[in-house]
């Protein structure tokens, strides 16, 4: 029998395709300032908080300013990332996502949301589907960034489960380096090229079933 009692989900680019609109976003900022951001460049920004990609997408382009040109930027990307996620509906959410939360909570196991965003409440909420999980950990409750562990260990202890109990399907690098960091199974979601730190690596929660659980 399976040791997995709970999964916790990375939301963006998880559940829901918002990681294309943090690129957007990321990327209108970038081009604004003089310079591209590229598909490959945007993995090192996947999963951390706003501040800390912000800090790397600076790096890239070479820019330095002060904290409260900082913030403006940091919020000038959050108001156009919020724009385009208003915009979103249902069908972005990833395929098999819905059938595979009932599967397992139809095999008694607990569901979190473990993300870095501070944005993840009005995106559930926008989709209709915050009563899917048991526990929601996000930017706002967690301080310290992907890969620490610190968002996954909160959603285990409000989950009351222990970590070698739990699994964590990420999209991210640093994600995926944060469950493990937790003492967690990860499943990965993507490319394993990217995501090699994982158990499993799976291209989305379509191809997952209850039976892959068996660690
Ligand atoms: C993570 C995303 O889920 O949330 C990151 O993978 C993002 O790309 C981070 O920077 C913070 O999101 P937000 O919505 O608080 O800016
Ligand atoms: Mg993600």
Request: hydrophobic share 45%; proline share 3%.
């Amino acid at each position: 029998m399976s040791k997995i009692k709970a999964c916790i989900f990375d939301l963006d680019g998880v559940i829901v395709d918002t990681a294309k609109y943090h690129y957007l976003a990321w990327k209108r900022l970038a081009n604004e300032m003089g310079f591209d951001l590229t598909v490959e460049q945007n993995e090192q920004l996947k999963g951390i908080s706003r501040m800390a990609s912000l800090d790397i997408l600076l790096g890239i382009g070479k820019k330095v300013f002060d904290d409260g040109e900082k913030q403006a930027l940091a919020s000038k990307k959050n108001t156009w990332y919020r724009e385009y996620i208003q915009q979103m509906e249902p069908d972005e959410i990833f395929p098999g996502v819905i059938e595979y939360l009932n599967a397992v909570k139809g095999h008694g196991m607990k569901t979190a949301i473990g993300s870095a965003s501070k944005n993840a409440m009005t995106i559930l909420e926008q989709l209709g589907i915050v009563d899917y999980f048991d526990s929601i950990i996000d930017g706002n409750k967690a301080k310290k960034a992907k890969p620490d562990p610190e968002v996954f260990v909160k959603a285990a202890i409000e989950l009351g489960i222990a970590p070698q109990n739990c699994v964590v399907f990420e999209d991210a690098k640093a994600g995926v380096e944060a469950a493990k960091n937790g003492g967690m199974y990860c499943v990965g979601v993507g490319s394993p090229e990217i995501l090699g730190m994982a158990d499993i690596v799976v291209s989305g929660l379509h191809e997952m079933n209850i039976a892959m659980l068996d660690f």
